[in-house]
């Protein structure tokens, strides 16, 4: 335990039953208030998807199977900038999710804390994902699609698209490509969050928070 810990925890140690559960509740509210800011900032700024590998926003499928086939036609930078113009409405939708994710937050009751503090690393952001990927997903959606049709996106997809299918390297009946942007903006904005819990649950005092070093102090 680090010396900014004990520097906060009391000298006996806290077990998790030691916690109130409006202790627990709050922690969590908070680790989520916490890590959902930090993800929106890193994500919702240019470069957020497209310089971060670990979220940046690939082909769909459609395109990714026939892209050498493509790049041998001499559509390579087609197709580059594709994948830039969709990490780029990523960027663009991520801010909108604020407002939501810090009313799901609040509906988090003192019962389910406990529970979630005994997961793993992103237990906390498990049980936001199923309170908010369907709200977040029907919000994100018309945003996305307004920002790829700006961009001239879809055009570039059908096209390239139309080029695999005349070729029968894919099927006409294809994903549109707005939901697969809205997915992957989805999964990325949760795999970071994902990664500030941890964080906060590796070095709670850290975080600035005494009651989070409380909180995430116990299962150390």
């Not at 627990?24 to 994500?43: M, R, T, Y």
């Not at 991520?94 to 503090?117: F, R």
């Amino acid at each position: 335990m680090s010396s900014g810990i004990l520097a906060i925890v009391p000298a006996h140690a806290f077990s998790l039953a030691d916690l109130s559960a409006g202790d627990a509740s709050q922690g969590l509210k908070l680790a989520l208030e916490k890590g959902a800011s930090a993800a929106i900032s890193l994500l919702g700024v240019e470069g957020g998807f497209m310089g971060n590998d670990k979220v940046r926003i690939g082909l769909p499928d459609a395109l990714s199977k026939g892209a050498r086939m493509l790049k041998t036609l001499g559509m390579g930078q087609q197709l580059d900038a594709l994948t830039l113009q969709m990490n780029r409405a990523a960027e663009q939708a991520v801010p909108l999710a604020q407002k939501a994710l810090v009313q799901s937050i609040q509906t988090m009751s003192v019962q389910d804390a406990k529970g979630i503090l005994k997961g793993g690393d992103t237990a906390v952001t498990q049980f936001f994902v199923e309170k908010t990927r369907a709200p977040l997903s029907a919000e994100f959606l018309p945003q996305v699609k307004q920002v790829l049709g700006q961009l001239g996106v879809v055009e570039q997809f059908n096209a390239l698209a139309g080029k695999l299918s005349s070729m029968g390297l894919v099927s006409k009946d294809k994903a549109l490509l707005e939901n697969h942007v809205t997915g992957k903006t989805l999964d990325g904005l949760y795999f970071m969050i994902g990664e500030e819990e941890k964080k906060i649950r590796q070095n709670p005092a850290q975080a600035g928070s005494a009651l989070l070093s409380k909180v995430f102090g116990t299962l150390r």
